[in-house]
């Protein structure tokens, strides 16, 4: 009866109700939009590996990402590991990070150079143009041109060089990070790394296990770090995440601290407003017990409320600000969504103490007061 | 305690503020309740009314004394045992109904039940049978905002009545009503006091419910003293002329061997300064 008397009062204020729900959501969102950016941005920086997916990724000895790395590997070692039984194919890339400018923007970049007619480790979703490329040649993100207003035909600098805009690709930019491809010969010249490339792209016959075979690599080639694909990827993604770390933690933190004084404060004004139905509940005998169980009840009530209008506004409007805002990568994930329940549910019993301590000292005798 | 007392209440007091500032709400008030009483206190505003009711119900923590309920010391039983005491041994009636607005006639009815050990199942025939009994049948599902003043006081009786309390309290039970509604719910207490077995105490400065009164005690001042209802000694206050009840009055004045009754320290005043010009009315009726 307690439980039900506690949830008809909630619903008999409507507007009260969404309104704490609404505001508490408002801070929830802020938690998980910018923890979406930045598990958006991280999933961008790895979208290069996602898509070109070998089997092994070989790299200089004590490289293990991508994002942020320089790596050399000699192009006869490149030939050895082509040499090694199970090894269907070997593709270098050359890998430079810098800025592309277009027009009036500058880009940070993951600039892969590609072997000339080769179409592994190219592009993987074209918007316009070709991907296959020669000198002087270069495949930018559409989301760039539409940025830049250049396009196919066009030129863009790359360090000191211009190049000329032949394919436009998809999914390859987000605010942190865009992947631009130019011909290895040009970007070998412009890193002036002769006979090395930075990365082998390694696929595998069918049946052969990658993890056993890095360690055959690193066995027969000397100085090289083999890496499986799943776990390349995790150590550049969990770089990604880490660059954000410490922002997602202190708007966590903030925003938890928001919802905090969003939810007392309501609590605070809903057992302030109800204290004479609290009172009339004590005088007929309802222990405190029962009354803080309403009032973490109530607290309860509006964070669910205020969890579900968050869950939908990430469904339906996350997606639509990416659409509408394409630099911009949103992506939520369930565990981010169950951690944000779990800080909620902190939220809502930290902040039904203080209204609990006042239905504690309510008085029971001002039942009488008229 | 007796076996026929229901409430006994010894030497009780309650003291607001210290010093020159204290105030005597209850001073070394003493009573004993039977069965079936119906007990009525009145005094003006102000007397201590309120205050004695609420350490009666174990709302009220007194400053010295004790209160025993069903030879329960309930003075001496700690905070958290209270509330049990309230829900299962005493019923209460409040002059502003008090009942909660998010409920229906019926939930609010029940809304106690579940302190009883017997809870919502044993209490929802004994919620029916009260409806129908005070006459709500047509308004179980009604929200309080829709009811009138005397459905309202009926549902707060039903209330006070769901755990079969052996003490039901009334404070102003006709206070907010109109007088068809007020005699109404006074012979419902009647009712409740023969049917039930309960013992009623009621606190009111309304006169209609003396009639259903076994006992009057008059509380002025914190301080109790016995009257009963058929005793009335009408007088008229020498300077002003109203009418005062000599049982009640605690302003006199003797002058020429005879005593006059007053109804105010302004009137006992002015007599003293000119007790010959007064002292020529006729102070008996």
């Not at chain 1, 150079?113 to 993100?141: C, D, F, K, N």
């Not at chain 1, 639509?320 to 944000?340: E, K, N, R």
Request: hydrophobic letters at 45%; glycine letters at 8%.
């Amino acid at each position: 009866m307690m439980l039900r008397w506690a949830w008809k009062t909630l619903i008999r204020q409507r507007g009260g109700l969404f309104g704490s729900a609404g505001g508490l959501a408002g801070a929830f969102i802020l938690v998980i939009f910018f923890s979406a950016v930045f598990r958006g941005e991280a999933t961008q920086i790895v979208a290069y590996l996602e898509n070109t997916r070998p089997d092994i990724w070989v790299m200089q000895r004590g490289v293990s990402n991508m994002h942020m790395a320089t790596s050399f590997v000699y192009d006869w070692k490149a030939d050895k590991i082509a040499r090694l039984p199970g090894v269907k194919r070997v593709t270098p890339i050359v890998y430079l990070n810098t800025i592309v400018h277009a027009g009036d923007q500058d880009a940070f970049s993951f600039i892969v150079g590609l072997q000339e007619g080769s179409s592994r480790a190219g592009p993987w979703a074209l918007a316009g143009g070709r991907s296959q490329l020669h000198s002087g040649e270069t495949v930018i993100p559409e989301v760039l041109s539409k940025l830049s207003g250049v396009g196919i035909g066009d030129s863009v600098t790359i360090t000191d060089r211009s190049f000329k805009i032949v394919g436009l690709s998809e999914e390859t930019y987000s605010m942190a990070n865009s992947v631009t491809f130019v011909s290895m010969s040009d970007l070998t010249d412009i890193l002036s790394a002769f006979g090395t490339y930075s990365y082998l792209l390694v696929d595998l016959e069918e049946g052969i296990d990658a993890r056993g075979f890095t360690k055959t690599i690193m066995d027969e080639i000397e100085k090289v770090n083999a890496m499986t694909h799943g776990d390349f990827v995790r150590s550049d993604f969990a770089l990604g995440m880490m660059m954000g770390g410490e922002i997602i933690f202190m708007m966590t933190v903030i925003c938890s601290g928001l919802a905090v004084l969003i939810l007392g404060f309501t609590s605070y004004t809903q057992v302030m407003r109800k204290r004479r139905e609290l009172a009339i509940a004590k005088a007929v005998g309802i222990r405190n017990l029962f009354l803080y169980t309403a009032v973490v009840f109530h607290a309860m009530v509006i964070t669910l409320l205020a969890l579900l209008l968050t869950g939908i506004f990430a469904i339906v409007f996350f997606p639509f600000i990416s659409t509408l805002v394409p630099q911009v990568t949103l992506v939520v994930s369930i565990g981010d969504l169950a951690g944000m329940a779990v800080v909620a549910i902190i939220v809502a019993a930290i902040s039904a103490l203080i209204p609990a301590y006042l239905v504690s000292r309510l008085d029971p005798a001002t039942v009488f007061q008229v | 305690m007796g076996s026929t007392q229901l409430l006994r209440a010894v030497n009780l007091s309650k003291f607001y503020g210290r010093g020159h500032t204290e105030v005597r709400a209850v001073h070394d008030v003493s009573l004993e309740i039977p069965h079936r009483e119906i007990l009525l206190i009145m005094g003006p505003s102000g007397s201590g009314k309120t205050t004695l009711l609420s350490m009666l119900g174990g709302l009220l923590r007194p400053t010295k004394g004790q209160v025993e309920i069903d030879g329960v010391n309930i003075t001496a039983l700690k905070e958290t045992d209270l509330p049990g005491i309230r829900a299962l041994k005493i019923g209460f009636i409040f002059q502003a109904f008090n009942l909660l607005d998010a409920l229906t006639v019926e939930e609010n009815i029940l809304f106690p039940a579940p302190l009883h050990p017997g809870g919502l199942r044993r209490a929802r025939p004994r919620a029916h049978s009260l409806i129908e009994q005070l006459g709500l049948a047509q308004r179980r599902k009604a929200y309080p905002r829709t009811l009138s003043g005397g459905e309202k006081q009926r549902v707060a009786i039903a209330r006070a009545l769901i755990n079969h309390p052996r003490l039901i309290l009334a404070d102003e039970p006709t206070g907010n009503l109109d007088s068809a509604s007020g005699q109404e719910v006074m012979m419902i207490l009647h009712d409740i006091a023969r049917d039930e077995g309960c013992s009623v105490i009621l606190v009111t400065h309304d006169p209609r419910v003396e009639e259903i009164a076994d006992r009057i005690l008059w509380l002025e001042d914190g301080s109790l003293r016995d009257r009963k209802s058929e005793q009335h000694s009408w007088v008229r206050d020498p300077v002003c002329g109203m009418r005062v009840d000599e049982w009640t009055a605690t302003l006199f004045h003797e002058y020429k061997d005879k005593k006059y009754v007053f109804c105010s320290k302004r009137c006992i005043e002015r007599f003293k300064n000119e007790p010959d010009k007064y002292a020529k009315h006729k102070n008996f009726e």
